[in-house]
């Protein structure tokens, strides 16, 4: 997993994205279809069709970096189309990377009593 700085803001992009897009035309689509600033230190996470493989955008003040992760089983779990861009925090954006519904993690049992 990727270090990313605490407080960012992570966007989703609902729907299918075309996957063969690369930095610069997923970055034009966060301009013109999401209405957002690419270089703003947003990350900014797309889909394929088949919902195995995310890509995400992050501008770290520095330069533009383009991650792809695929799942060998399982889709990643998305928003439906009509929601347009879904704000996450990071630590759903960890779950999400790793399988896990980013939406109802299951938590561990907590023990009630100390002795």
Same mark, same amino acid.
């Given at each position: 997993? /990727?270090?990313?700085?605490? !407080?960012? =803001?992570?966007? #989703?992009?609902?729907?299918?994205?075309?996957?063969?897009? @690369?930095?610069?035309?997923?970055?034009?689509?966060?301009?013109?279809?999401?209405?957002?600033?690419?270089?703003?230190?947003? /990350?900014?996470?797309?889909? !394929?069709? =088949?919902?195995? #493989?995310?890509?995400?955008?992050?501008?770290?003040?520095? @330069?533009?970096?383009?991650?792809?992760?695929?799942?060998?089983?399982?889709?990643?779990?998305?928003?439906?189309?009509?929601?347009?861009?879904?704000?996450?925090?990071?630590?759903?954006?960890?779950?999400?990377?790793?399988?896990?519904?980013?939406?109802?993690?299951?938590?561990?049992?907590?023990?009630?009593?100390?002795?």
């Amino acid at each position: 997993m /990727i270090g990313f700085p605490t !407080g960012v =803001r992570v966007w #989703l992009a609902t729907g299918a994205t075309d996957m063969r897009r @690369g930095m610069f035309g997923l970055s034009l689509q966060v301009q013109e279809s999401l209405g957002r600033n690419p270089h703003c230190g947003d /990350i900014f996470v797309f889909r !394929g069709r =088949r919902g195995d #493989l995310v890509k995400i955008l992050w501008h770290d003040g520095i @330069g533009l970096s383009l991650y792809a992760k695929r799942l060998e089983k399982g889709r990643f779990i998305w928003p439906s189309p009509a929601d347009g861009v879904v704000p996450i925090s990071a630590a759903q954006l960890g779950y999400m990377l790793e399988g896990i519904d980013w939406r109802h993690p299951l938590r561990t049992w907590r023990p009630e009593l100390a002795g």
